[in-house]
């Protein structure tokens, strides 16, 4: 049975559930979905429960549970991604932020409350979630953010306009399009680091709707690490840092190739909040 203008929001909200277990998708939070729809808070839930839903939002509520139904992710059809109290726009051509990389972008946060004029590059950058936010937090830093995908660029180039904050965007493939002998004191980078044989392990919404290009890397999922491990020694300020995001499976590996190409670094990992190995820290200053 479809939504109508007869049923309370009450009403359409367990209708809405019903609907979704019936297409396998359990403990659906149809509460968040609605608001983040109609850009409702929880106040404007409770006091709508026992009220009638209109056409207009019957009709708008039912296309988005169809959706859902095909494991759709809720940010790509809202085209909004909540992380902590941020916003950022997402689209099929982005990964969508997730809370695991805040963890990044704090180790970023820790960095430039000792260094704020930092040069920061950011590679991979996607919605360009790390690079705003580390923007936003060190206003005068100078940010640079690269990605291969000319399409996601435009997104990050929205979430920038969106935030109010200065990065300088950069089309291209890791560091070649960087100006030659520039030398970034803070990198970081969420790269494509699952393995491609982990496909089957993935969530049915990230297997159908999220970019295999931000997902998947060769050799294990090792294949982006190894690369910038080659070229980063060119770009690293002497008393630089570097921030990776890795598998959790990932981190002796990356670690190791790290230690190989800066034999000087302090080369640690670190959790992100469920304890599972996250990110790998290459520190020139810093001896930990």
């Known amino acids: 049975m479809r939504l109508n203008s007869k049923m309370s929001l009450a009403e359409a909200f367990n209708q809405a559930s019903v609907f979704l277990q019936e297409h396998g998708i359990e403990e659906a939070p149809i509460r968040d979905y609605w608001c983040q729809v109609?850009?409702?808070q929880l106040t404007d839930v409770v006091r709508h429960l026992q009220q009638p839903i209109t056409n207009d939002q019957a009709d708008c509520f039912w296309e988005v549970l169809t959706r859902l139904a095909q494991h759709e992710p809720i940010?790509?059809?809202?085209?909004?991604?909540?992380?902590?109290?941020?916003?950022?726009?997402?689209?099929?051509?982005?990964?969508?932020?997730?809370?695991?990389?805040?963890?990044?972008v704090e180790m970023g946060m820790r960095f430039l409350?000792?260094?704020?004029?930092?040069?920061?590059?950011?590679?991979?950058?996607g919605t360009g979630y790390i690079a705003i936010l580390l923007a936003k937090n060190a206003p005068q830093a100078a940010v640079t953010a690269v990605d291969v995908s000319k399409a996601a660029l435009e997104v990050a180039k929205d979430n920038a306009?969106?935030?109010?904050?200065?990065?300088?965007?950069?089309?291209?493939?890791?560091?070649?399009?960087?100006?030659?002998?520039?030398?970034?004191?803070?990198i970081v980078s969420n790269p494509p680091y699952i393995a491609e044989d982990e496909l089957s392990l993935m969530d049915e919404s990230v297997k159908r709707y999220e970019p295999k290009l931000a997902l998947f890397a060769q050799d294990n999922g090792l294949a982006i690490y190894k690369r910038l491990a080659a070229i980063l020694p060119d770009y690293l300020s002497e008393d630089g840092e570097i921030l990776l995001e890795i598998g959790f499976r990932q981190g002796?590996?990356?670690?190791?190739?790290?230690?190989?190409?800066?034999p000087m670094a302090s080369i640690t990992i670190h959790q992100d909040f469920n304890g599972m190995n996250r990110y790998v820290k290459v520190s020139l200053k810093e001896k930990e």
């Not at 306009?161 to 493939?173: I, K, M, P, S, W």
């Open 252 to 262: 002796i590996a990356v670690q190791q190739l790290f230690q190989a190409a800066f």
């Open 161 to 186: 306009a969106l935030h109010q904050v200065n990065v300088e965007f950069v089309h291209g493939d890791l560091c070649s399009q960087l100006p030659k002998g520039q030398r970034y004191d803070l």
């Open 38 to 40: 109609f850009d409702w």
């Open 113 to 125: 409350s000792k260094y704020p004029q930092a040069n920061i590059l950011d590679i991979g950058t």
């Open 75 to 104: 940010q790509y059809i809202t085209q909004t991604a909540y992380v902590g109290n941020e916003s950022f726009k997402v689209t099929p051509d982005t990964l969508i932020p997730r809370e695991d990389t805040y963890g990044l």
